[in-house]
């Protein structure tokens, strides 16, 4: 930031990003009420299906995906990997380790259970030849009474008995379940072993990957991945549920490597200048995801940008000053980056 505490790059406004349809075994074919989508073939079916491919089930609705298009102001209809490597400096303000989108945000939607799978942490993925790792975290925007997560191997598991479970079709006795109520938010970090049940819809932060080690698949006729998946498992990890810490003017829910996530109350309107928590820089990127209600980002040097419920919004690093306001009933989520601190 210059001293006159301008960005020393030229602005970019706030824009809305249009949301991407991945489809999935185990996810849904109607989103309804959370999204507008209906898959071919369903009541209340357009005549063409959306997503990626019509009429699939959808299990993620991707809200900052490469392939996600910008929806509004001027660069509407770019992909958003486009428009980092064209406005990297803009975006990320100074200090980002690499000019890639650095978070993957998506909503799940779990109608069956997902595989058991494990990710890899940055060092594992770049040995076979990926940029970096996948640690994540997931808040629970809506869950049923017996809603759960597989978060874990159970104490004194070893490596042997997760590859006899495997084989055995009994891996997850080993897992440790964790009950899911509106509201959690639980860590995933790289080398925990997992898997989503039924009952839940999850907001999934996430590195800019989409790396997934598969051990068991439940009896689906999809590529198992064992070898790596135990090369990345590790037997203790931190993963678990996070309490919430809540100040004066917003609630974090969880702020470790990678990513910060939060909620900020919105009372009428709120201005831009209040969004960054103390200690965060005055300048980065960040995500605005309205969990429910509506609001619209706002300002003089732009035209405003409506924000519907599920909707996201980037705020780029050299945004011009603007106001979220309060459409009714906006339950805003703020999501920003945190860069990784080099080895000493």
């Known amino acids: 930031m210059t001293e006159t505490g301008k960005s020393p790059f030229p602005q970019l406004a706030p824009f809305r990003i249009a949301p991407l349809y991945d489809p ?3 996810g849904y074919r109607d989103l309804r009420p959370w999204f507008d989508h209906v898959a071919e073939g369903e009541p209340g079916s357009p005549a063409t299906g959306l997503g990626r491919r019509g009429g699939e089930r959808i ?3 991707w809200l ?4 996600c298009l910008v929806e509004t102001g001027a660069h509407a209809g770019k992909k958003l990997s486009g428009l980092f490597r064209e406005f990297h400096p803009a975006l990320l303000g100074a200090g980002a380790p690499s000019p890639d989108s650095p978070l993957l945000i998506k909503v799940l939607f779990a109608r069956e259970k997902l595989s058991v799978q494990v990710h890899p942490d940055d060092k594992m993925a770049q040995k076979y030849g990926d940029p970096r790792g996948k640690t994540e975290c997931w808040y629970a925007l809506a869950a049923d009474t017996e809603a759960k997560v597989a978060l874990g191997l159970r104490p004194g598991v070893t490596l042997d008995q997760v590859r006899e479970g495997i084989h055995a079709g009994t891996l997850e006795d080993s897992l440790n379940l964790l009950p899911v109520a509106a509201g959690d938010m639980i860590f995933v970090d790289a080398g925990t072993v997992h898997s989503i049940f039924p009952g ?9 990957c989409d790396l997934t080690y598969r051990m068991y698949d439940y009896g689906r006729p999809r590529e198992l991945h064992i070898e790596k998946s135990l090369e990345a498992t590790r037997l203790v990890t931190r993963a678990g549920k996070i309490p919430p810490r809540v100040l004066s003017d917003r609630t974090i829910l969880i702020d470790v490597e990678y990513f910060r996530v939060e909620r900020l109350p919105v009372a009428g309107s709120r201005p831009s200048d209040t969004l960054p928590g103390e200690g965060e820089p005055a300048r980065e990127l960040s995500y605005l995801f309205a969990a429910a209600g509506a609001g619209r980002i706002a300002g003089p040097a732009f035209d405003a940008v409506d924000l ?3 909707g996201m919004v980037a705020i780029p690093a050299a945004s011009p000053a603007f106001a979220v306001e309060d459409l009714g009933g906006l339950d805003l989520i703020r999501i920003s980056p945190r860069w990784p601190k080099k080895p000493a």
């Open 308 to 310: 519907p419920a599920r």
């Open 59 to 61: 299990g993620e609705v």
């Open 64 to 67: 900052t995906g490469d392939e």
């Open 24 to 26: 999935r075994v185990w």
């Open 200 to 208: 839940s819809i999850l907001l999934e932060t996430q590195q800019n």
